[in-house]
């Protein structure tokens, strides 16, 4: 509750503050306080010290999943606003940059509310309050063609999908026994399900599949985190897409967990299908920008294998997944952002001229890979290894792991572009803080790769010691 | 400790060597840390088998059931001595060799030797799968950065090839994992779980591993990426690759596959040895019509490699024992012929046979170390490596795990004849007949070459004529294996 409400409060904050200052360095101060409050009050709504003893009336439930989730969206979100938060103001002159942090405010409100949500009509709410902000960011960049033309698909897109979850929750309230949106009353178990509640939960798949980018319903995935401003697609294509994740995986496991073997091949085909699709349009990509669009929809598949098994080890390795996915991506995007080609070739001799640069970024690209030593490693172990315990679906797992293969190619495009070919790769100016901070992340990313369970077993002990 | 400490100071010295900013330093660094594991991996080697230093247990996964096992037995010492030996021999042979931003070269270097250690030295199949790929990482990027002209797409072939069958192996592991009694990764369990998985589930389970290990040997037809691989690279890469590298498999079979899955590896067992056959004809064939001295030498390992896991398939105690000895032998025997290939490029700056000759007359000391060295790789006699394939080949005749065991032994002969042809005509046409306008200005080799090559063919000498203490050491994991391979118990 206490991220819920202190995000919204924020969020008006934020937008108030524009008329206070009209200096963007002031506003960024406040809103990484605002962060930082986020993520001690999730910690402190963690142990049992609830700011705001609100009855919900069930409406919203606060398990530690869903809460440590929130947390690492919003630590992922401090380090977003910490690297790239620069960029934000210099979108300035066409935008304000109170409302940009508003509206990221607002986001973050979304994703609390679809981490914790226990009816559906709370997953909706939560998921229209992520949206709207979301078609705004992406336009933000007002005088630029591609980025209106992006808002305008993203919202034309968004809207049909959300159509299309309320046709599914209307299904599943007209078949649940005694007519409740509650995710308690609707898992009915596998038996005796009625064709109205089979199509409910097909249309909740297929509008959560199109949140998530998973195929078939990613196309408007390239053209929004292309035409967006970066600093924006960084924000959808982690943050977001992470708390989006971890709803999708609570409707399933709670209300739909019971019902599983009766899902469990349309997921498949839907990961299969993600997998496969964006792995290989990623390799002929020739921006890095457009490349990490496919690569977001690729990893959204591997995501989408914890959806498949929804197992403890499932809900553990999303978490991780949610993290490391973030960390990564979110230094990557800092520094494509500092770059002044987006091209493969802009890449061409970065090594040279800013080893660190490089160097930080190969350790990101190794984790999107899932090499060992980085905690994209586990993040693709848990994934696995919760598959192969459901004991179904081994030729998912060989296919994943194949498609894992093949995303090699273009991540490790990005190292040879780097560090093998010769070329006079521009860059814009950098801060020694900027820098430092790359490090931290790498460091962090390095540290879940060697010690996952710093994250999984350090904030569960703490939270059952307390 | 000790294993800790191979893995500690190579890994340690490694990171250390990218912050000096020097060539020469960062050369002289790379010797002493290399020369550091040296010792303690002999240090390790004379203690006795039961020592309690030659092991290592901490915590490091308790929730996935992983633990940071790691221990030194009768395979792991050979491996990590004859890793312990070819770093300095490395260093010391290439220490003439130019490269760009040279102290990050041998920083990846050390790294490259942390992971291979770790490789043998990990008791734990989930660590095992860590260094697995650790080892493969700093590679890559030396192969990338400081080889040949085509190195770009050439390592990325390799490298995509051997991440192909790491992930194959890892769902197996993950697989055998959550099969286990303890849910646990340690080898005890793996090793257990012969009784607990069925043998249809062996025969595909089978593959999983054996692909991840077929492609780093590498069997036919999955050695596509090594002879590109092996020319494009540094030499002092390839030395690593060749020498250490190709025998990660060899030992992942013994260690990982063949104990683990007994009834798969019986299986299989005639299928894969027909491959290895096929393999080391083809590839012996091959390397009669290479010119280049970097292809020749890669396609007669591709023949020695698959005539080790012929052997391993035979199932017999001699067998085994050969493959343990050979895999030593091997490594310092194509090492040898590396850094031969290694001066002749770095004085003439050429491979191409056609275009050498008539060395012996102006470099007579390379020449008679070079001679040693070839007809070690020939196996002949009073050679290291005639006592390996020796072994190799009367445990593959005397083999029951097959009956077609004459067969093998006999079309596998044909390859050292095949191995003699193209060695022999090497030395010839390079070492002798006439010197024309290039070779006229070659000169003789310096004190540092002379040295380690003298030592190469010390060893040589030694184990071609003394071979018990290292058949000593390896005895005892040579019965375990074999016990569990048998797969009726």
Redesign the interface.
């Known amino acids: 509750m206490n991220a819920i409400i202190i995000s919204a409060v924020w969020g008006i904050i934020m937008m108030f503050s524009g008329i206070v200052t009209a200096k963007g360095s002031t506003i960024r101060n406040a809103a990484i306080i605002g962060l930082v409050l986020l993520l001690v009050c999730n910690y402190l709504d963690l142990i049992g010290y609830h700011l705001f003893p609100v009855d919900t009336h069930k409406m919203l439930f606060f398990d530690t999943f869903g809460l440590l989730a929130n947390g690492i969206i919003f630590a992922s979100t401090l380090i977003y606003v910490l690297l790239s938060g620069r960029e934000i103001e210099n979108i300035a002159q066409r935008m304000p940059v109170a409302e940009c942090f508003a509206l990221i405010f607002f986001v973050l409100c979304g994703v609390s509310l679809v981490t914790t949500f226990n009816t559906l009509l709370m997953l909706f709410l939560g998921i229209e309050i992520i949206s709207i902000p979301l078609y705004i960011l992406t336009g933000s960049d007002k005088r630029n063609l591609k980025s209106n033309e992006a808002s305008l698909k993203y919202f034309l897109m968004g809207c049909f999908s959300t159509g299309v979850m309320l046709l599914g929750i209307a299904f599943l309230y007209g078949a649940s026994p005694n007519g409740s949106f509650s995710i308690d009353d609707l898992g009915i178990g596998s038996q005796k399900l009625s064709a109205l509640y089979m199509a409910g939960l097909l249309l909740l798949l297929v509008s959560m599949g199109f949140k998530v980018s998973a195929a078939p319903f990613h196309f408007w995935t390239p053209d929004v985190y292309d035409g967006a401003p970066t600093v924006f697609t960084s924000f959808m294509a982690t943050i977001v897409k992470a708390g989006i994740f971890i709803g999708f995986i609570r409707l399933f496991d709670e209300t739909f967990g019971d019902s599983q073997p009766r899902w469990q091949l349309f997921v498949a085909i839907i990961t299969a299908v993600t997998l496969f699709i964006g792995n290989i349009t990623a390799v002929f990509q020739q921006s890095v920008k457009r490349m990490l669009a496919y690569s977001s929809i690729a990893q959204a598949g591997f995501m989408l294998l914890a959806l498949l098994s929804i197992n403890g080890l499932a809900k553990e390795g999303i978490i991780l997944y949610a993290a490391a996915y973030s960390l990564a991506t979110i230094g990557i995007f800092a520094i494509l952002i500092k770059m002044k080609d987006y091209t493969f070739e802009g890449f061409n001799g970065l090594a040279r001229h800013q080893p660190l640069l490089a160097a930080t970024c190969t350790i990101f690209l190794?984790s999107l890979a899932g090499?060992?030593?980085t905690a994209g490693f586990f993040a693709k172990?848990y994934m696995?290894?919760s598959v192969?315990?459901t004991g179904h679906f081994f030729w998912l797992?060989?296919f994943a792991?194949?498609c894992?293969?093949v995303s090699?190619?273009y991540y490790?495009r990005v190292i040879?572009a780097m560090?093998?070919?010769d070329g006079d790769a521009q860059v814009l100016e950098l801060r020694p803080g900027f820098k430092g901070l790359l490090v931290v992340v790498a460091a962090l990313i390095v540290l879940l790769g060697v010690?996952?369970?710093v994250l999984?077993?350090k904030l569960y002990t703490l939270v059952y010691t307390w | 400790m000790i294993p800790v400490l191979l893995i500690a100071i190579p890994l340690i010295g490694g990171l250390a060597g990218f912050f000096i900013k020097d060539e020469k330093s960062a050369r002289g660094w790379s010797l002493l840390v290399s020369l550091a594991a040296l010792i303690v991996s002999l240090w390790g080697l004379s203690l006795p088998a039961k020592s309690p230093m030659l092991n290592a247990d901490a915590e490091?996964?308790?929730?996935l059931g992983s633990r940071f096992t790691v221990g030194l037995d009768g395979m792991g010492q050979i491996l990590c001595l004859l890793t312990a030996i070819a770093f300095p021999v490395i260093f010391i042979a290439t220490w003439r060799d130019e490269y760009r931003k040279a102290w990050n070269f041998y920083a990846l270097m050390l790294l490259s030797q942390a992971g291979l250690m770790g490789v043998f030295l990990a008791m734990d199949a989930l660590l095992f799968?860590?260094f697995w790929?650790?080892a493969l990482?700093p590679v890559y990027?030396l192969c990338?950065?400081w080889g040949g002209e085509k190195?770009?797409q050439a390592t990325?072939k390799f490298?995509?090839y051997t991440?192909?069958g790491s992930?194959?192996m890892?769902?197996g592991i993950?697989?055998l994992?959550?099969h286990t009694a303890d849910h646990s990764f340690s080898m005890k369990s793996f090793y257990d779980l012969r009784n607990r998985v069925g043998g249809q589930e062996q025969l595909w389970l089978f593959w999983l591993f054996f692909i991840a290990f077929a492609i780093k040997m590498p069997i036919w037809p999955l050695h596509t990426w090594q002879p590109d691989t092996y020319e494009q690279s540094p030499t002092a890469t390839t030395m690593v690759l060749s020498g250490v590298m190709v025998k990660m498999g060899v030992f992942g079979v013994i260690r990982w596959l063949a104990p683990v899955l007994p009834v798969g590896t019986w299986a299989w067992g005639d299928t894969v040895s027909a491959l290895c056959i096929i393999g080391m004809i083809y590839a012996s064939l091959v390397a009669i019509r290479q010119d280049d001295l970097k292809r020749l030498v890669a396609y007669s390992s591709i023949a020695h490699i698959g005539l080790m896991c012929l052997a391993i398939f035979a199932t017999t105690t001699s067998g085994m024992q050969g493959v343990m000895i050979q895999m030593f032998n091997h490594g310092i025997n194509i090492i040898g012929l590396w850094i031969v290939i290694d001066l002749i490029e770095r004085q003439l700056g050429t491979r191409k046979i056609s275009e050498l000759g008539g060395l012996a007359q102006k470099a007579p000391a390379l020449a008679i170390l070079l001679v040693i060295v070839a007809l070690a790789n020939v196996a002949l006699p009073l050679t290291n490596a005639f006592i390996g394939e020796f072994l190799l080949f009367s445990g593959v005749y005397a083999s029951k795990a097959t009956q077609y065991n004459v067969v093998f032994t006999v079309v596998a002969g044909l390859s050292i004849i095949l191995s003699a042809i193209y060695t022999l005509n090497m030395i010839q046409r390079v070492f002798f007949g006439n010197t024309n306008t290039l070779t006229e200005k070659a000169k003789d080799i310096r004190l540092n070459e002379k040295i380690v090559l003298a030592a190469i063919v010390v060893l040589i000498v030694v184990i071609g004529v003394y071979p018990k203490p290292i058949l000593n050491l390896t005895k005892e994991t040579v019965d375990l294996i074999i016990t569990k391979m048998n797969y009726k118990s």
Request: no cysteine; proline share 6%; glycine share 0%.
């Open positions: 190794l090499i060992p030593l172990y696995l290894a192969i315990e797992v060989v792991v194949l894992a293969a090699v190619y490790f040879q560090y093998f070919k010690f996952p369970q999984l077993d | 490091w996964l308790p929730a799968y860590f790929e650790l990482i990027f990338s950065q190195r770009i990325f490298f995509i991440f192909v992930l194959l890892l769902i993950i697989w994992y959550s």
